[in-house]
Structures are given as C-alpha cells and as structure tokens.
C-alpha cells in the first residue's frame, strides 16, 4: 500500500487548502481512510477518518466546522477541505489508511499501518 499526499502550502488565516491522498491499492473502497497532523515539537493528532461505508466523517473538535474529509472510491483518493485555517492549524498533515479499524479506535493513529510521507500546511500571514 502506498499513499501519496499531496495539496499542502503557505495560507494567510482565514484561507483555505484542500489536501488530497492517492492511495495505490486494491479495493481502495474496502478501507478506512484517516487524517493526521503533526506541529514541530508535539505529538500526531487526529484530525479526521472516515469508515469504508462513507459514513459521516468523524472529526477533532479543533477542526469540526472547518474541515470537511470526502472520499472518491473511483479514484482512490480521499481529500481533507480546510477552510478558515487558523495558525495553530499549521502541521504536516499525513494520510493514513487500514482495513481493520473499528469505530471506537478511529482516532487512534496505532489504528492504521499504512501512512502517507505528509505534506506541509503552513498558516501564517
């Protein structure tokens, strides 16, 4: 499995980004697909997943109003829109997906094995 984010980049507050994640794998629909961000210095945190069956998104309370996380089962791709970035949204966002993760462990980043390499979003003005 591999995965492959992309979107990431210099926003001034208040604006938005729209990651995406190609994922290279069979049955793409088949997976839970997940958000995480990681700020210099602190821990992963969760950001957003979904469950194979597109189910409403389940989202941090930091973000929840803001972001939005979709899934394109056609095109493997999953995307996170961010809009009224705040500066404390500044990470690197990572993609992360699993087959097996059950609905009370969605934000738990041990959940999933496969990870994307990340990619920047940096708020600033």
């Known amino acids: 499995v591999q995965l492959q984010a992309s979107g990431g980049g210099l926003v001034q507050p208040g604006g938005s980004l729209r990651l995406s994640c190609v994922a290279s794998v069979a049955s793409f629909s088949t997976y839970t697909v997940s958000w995480f961000r990681q700020a210099p210095g602190k821990e992963r945190e969760f950001v957003s997943a979904m469950k194979r069956n597109n189910n409403r998104p389940l989202y941090a309370d930091s973000v929840k109003g803001r972001f939005t996380m979709s899934r394109d089962n056609a095109k493997n791709t999953v995307y996170l829109q961010m809009n009224s970035l705040k500066p404390e949204d500044t990470a690197v966002y990572y993609c992360?997906?699993?087959?097996?993760?059950?609905?009370?462990?969605?934000?738990?980043?041990?959940?999933?094995?496969?990870w994307g390499q990340g990619t920047q979003v940096t708020v600033s003005s």
């Open positions: 992360a997906v699993d087959r097996q993760v059950i609905t009370s462990s969605l934000s738990s980043a041990v959940s999933y094995d496969y």
